[in-house]
């Protein structure tokens, strides 16, 4: 006896532009208690499994960029939550920092550019550059200038 799946193996794609919208706009909203959206409650709202939406982001150019908007996006609303949570004395001094420390590290890890605390040194080599003029782009970046009175 031969097995017959009940249900066919790789249904075909539910992707679309309105979908990918959908995703992407929920991860920009906030939710019934103040946070923003995540890709979890996104894709269980549009009834897609979250390894769907990173296979669509592999595919599809337009979803990975609404994504990475989304992700900046949500990383604003997080930073400005920081003062929200801080300012809520109904809860401990030690929850709060808690709350305020994940809120800047989830920021961080979604926007560096913005909301990293490491500094960003462009090392980057252009043709013709000697050593000299790499050391003075790189010097210039770390060092504040020094004026000599």
């Given amino acids: 006896m031969k097995f017959k799946p009940k249900k066919p193996i790789g249904a075909p794609s539910k992707y ?4 990918a919208d959908k995703i992407t706009s929920f991860l920009m909203t906030r939710g019934a208690d103040g946070n923003p959206g995540t890709l979890y409650n996104a894709c269980k709202a ?3 499994n979250e390894a769907t939406a990173f296979r669509w982001m592999a595919r599809h150019e337009e979803f990975r960029k609404l994504y990475a908007h989304a992700c900046e996006v949500r990383s604003h609303m997080l930073a400005e939550d920081t003062g929200r949570v801080a300012d809520d004395l109904s809860e401990a001094p030690d929850s709060r920092r808690v709350r ?3 809120r800047k590290w989830y920021a961080a890890k ?8 490491k500094v960003q040194t462009d090392t980057t080599l252009h043709a013709g550059d000697t050593l000299v003029a790499l050391m003075g782009r790189i010097d210039g970046k770390t060092r504040s200038p020094v004026s000599e009175d």
């Fill in 16 to 19: 679309s532009d309105r979908m």
């Fill in 46 to 48: 549009a009834n897609i």
């Fill in 100 to 102: 305020i420390d994940q």
């Fill in 110 to 117: 979604l926007n560096p550019k913005t909301y990293s605390d």
